[in-house]
């Protein structure tokens, strides 16, 4: 029985991977569960599951929680707590599934406590890929990719020597908006945004997918988990996301992971590595696929990748300073207080006015707070 936490129990990842755990409860059991704010679907979750340890990192939310009663559970909240609770008990792997640069703190503190981390926070790897690649090797500490992409890229990789690797083959559905051009996507509104075509997924992620940011992020993200250099990372837009990634080897082959759109897979796969075990996944009949198409990706009106190559190119802080703005500018957009192709205009300006350091958990931490004021203050007096 492997023991697991699960730090974002509530959100997309959070709960998917929950399902997992009901799919396989004489391999899967939670010894921690971690979200934010939510109260109602938290309790529930701790009445289910009764991990030893379950902490909210919202203080008012926790204390909406300390008024019910638990069983075997010791119910603890706030920031630290919940960063604490990545290095608690007898955990083997944590899954950090919480959304943005939140992530990196509790993520260092799970893998200085030598557990594995089955990785669905992004933007711990591209904020501080070199520290916690760094840390990692010290720790003797596995990061297992619970991306769709990059899972798919750690199968088609087993057994084959890294050295081999040509390229990374990376796919991207297009989100919601693939084919349209600028003038098309001026006055989109939150709803169609948030309207994915294949994945049901949380609203910042979302909007992440619909401006390809999101695969801006798996560039950076792809380059710390495999080493490779950013000339050997190519996006292919594949809409309709049964191909999940490839790999070319210097022999010319390719090989492929595919399997369909269901992030239960890549979640139980990271859980259970290096283990196969049955899922609840539907399998693919290739008697009814009509067609698997691949594109160019259009990086004149989806602006994000060619931001994340040339950060994720200078290296240091600035990839870090990339993910803040976009974090800030995603979420002034759900606000309303943006449009959707200002979200570019917001990451180009910050990134353009910030310098690179030496990626230091102190200067990295400095980044993400200035580059967020630096968006702030340009969303404040551009709109």
């Known amino acids: 029985m492997k023991k697991i936490t699960i730090l974002g129990s509530t959100g997309s990842i ?32 701790i009445k289910e599951f009764r991990p030893k340890l379950a902490v909210l990192a919202d203080e008012t939310a926790y204390k909406k929680l300390s008024k019910k009663k638990f069983r075997g559970t010791e119910i603890a909240g706030g920031r630290q707590a919940f960063i604490d609770a990545a290095a608690f008990g007898n955990s083997e792997i944590v899954l950090t599934a919480m959304s943005g640069f939140a992530g990196l703190e509790p993520t260092i503190k799970a893998i200085k406590a030598r557990k594995n981390i089955a990785l669905a926070n992004k933007e711990t790897l591209v904020v501080a890929g070199d520290l916690i690649t760094k840390y990692a090797e010290l720790c ?22 890294m050295r081999k690797i040509n390229k990374l083959l990376l796919t991207a559905s297009g989100g919601p908006f693939r084919g349209k051009t600028r003038d098309e996507l001026k006055n989109v509104t939150v709803k169609e945004v948030l309207a994915h075509p294949t994945w049901n997924m949380g609203k910042k992620i ?11 992020l798996e560039i950076i993200e792809a ?11 190519q996006v292919v837009v594949h809409p309709q996301s049964i191909v999940h990634s490839m790999v070319e080897f210097c022999d010319g082959s390719i090989i492929a992971q ?45 602006r994000g990748l060619n931001y994340a190559y040339a950060a994720g190119t200078v290296g240091g802080t600035l990839p870090c300073t990339f993910n803040a703005a976009n974090e800030v500018a995603v979420n002034a957009f759900l606000q309303g207080r943006i449009k959707f192709l200002n979200i ?20 990295l931490l400095e980044a993400d707070r200035a580059a967020r004021a630096l968006a702030e203050k340009y969303i404040e007096l551009a709109y």
């Open 14 to 45: 959070g709960t998917q991977a929950l399902d997992v755990v009901r799919n396989l409860p004489n391999e899967l059991s939670v010894e921690v569960l971690a979200a934010n704010s939510n109260v109602e679907l938290f309790a529930k979750q």
């Open 140 to 161: 003797g500490v596995k990061i297992l990719p619970v991306d769709s992409e990059h899972g798919a890229f750690f199968q088609c990789l087993q057994g084959e020597d």
């Open 206 to 216: 979302t909007v992440d997918s619909a401006t390809l940011v999101n695969k801006g």
């Open 223 to 233: 380059k710390f988990l495999y080493g490779v250099d950013y000339d050997q990372i």
């Open 258 to 302: 595919l399997a369909a759109p269901d992030m239960r897979l890549p979640i139980q796969y990271a859980l259970t590595y290096p283990r196969r075990l049955p899922s609840p996944v539907k399998l693919l009949n290739f008697w009814e696929l009509n067609s698997l198409t691949f594109e160019k990706p259009d990086t004149e009106t989806f």
């Open 344 to 363: 570019y205009d917001v990451i180009e300006e910050t990134v353009i006015r910030s310098d690179a350091f030496a990626p230091t958990l102190e200067n």
